[in-house]
């Protein structure tokens, strides 16, 4: 490993994204790396959560430039998911299958074996429930399951994307605990307007555009 590298770097540069030809946000850049944190910030509608998925290469940016690198080599954009770990309104789980089931079936996915999923259900307050089926779950519950989600591949990235809506007061302490862990060593990115998750980050990307 060269020397000086560090461990994990983020890089937008002007990073763009249109939906047909209506822009939607226009030349973002940041550089974040271990230890860092970004609050994407702005009002409805402003992109939080659309360039939330691009960072995550769920969408396609339009222009501009996103760089992973691990261990001073770039992570190919096919292997994102493999390090990034991701929470969103618009993730679908499976109501037909329970809390454990839902995490066995994503790790099956993402090519991990399942040995971190007790640990990351204690983590997230869902032990006791592992055995119900997702559709008696709350809305609550099925947040903190997308958190366990997001987490139990360890990943070197955290996109969070208002991670503690729907959650109660022990809900957003898990999620704190979790983001401060995040930012300690690795990055942490949270779309967000509210005051406490945005108090939990060191670096601000606001969307609003002068309209
Ligand atoms: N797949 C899509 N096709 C077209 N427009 C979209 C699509 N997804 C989001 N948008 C639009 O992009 C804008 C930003 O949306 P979004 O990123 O969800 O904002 P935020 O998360 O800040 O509330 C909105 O005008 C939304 O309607
Ligand atoms: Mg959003």
């Keep these: 490993m060269e020397g000086g590298e560090p461990k994990i770097r983020l890089t937008a540069v002007n990073l763009t994204k249109k939906f047909d030809r209506k822009i939607i946000f226009e030349n973002i850049s940041f550089e974040l790396s271990a230890g860092s944190s970004l609050a994407i910030t702005g009002k409805n509608g402003s992109g939080k959560s659309t360039l939330i998925k691009t960072l995550a290469n769920v969408i396609e940016k339009s222009s501009g430039e996103i760089n992973f690198y691990s261990d001073g080599s770039e992570v190919k954009k096919e292997h994102y998911y493999k390090h990034i770990g991701f929470v969103s309104p618009y993730l679908n789980l499976y109501d037909e299958f329970t809390g454990y089931e839902n995490l066995k079936i994503i790790s099956n996915i993402r090519g991990i074996n399942g040995d971190n999923i007790n640990n990351v259900l204690k983590k ?88």
């Design 124 to 211: 997230v307050g869902l032990y006791d429930r592992r055995g119900d089926l997702l559709k008696i779950y709350s809305s609550g519950m099925k947040q903190r399951l997308k958190i366990a989600f997001s987490i139990l591949h360890n990943p070197l990235i955290l996109l969070l994307d208002e991670p503690t809506s729907n959650l109660d007061s022990e809900g957003v302490r898990i999620v704190d605990e979790i983001a401060n862990d995040y930012k300690k060593d690795r990055i942490l990115i949270i779309a967000t307007n509210d005051e406490n998750e945005k108090s939990l980050c060191e670096s601000e990307v606001n969307l609003d555009r002068g309209d």
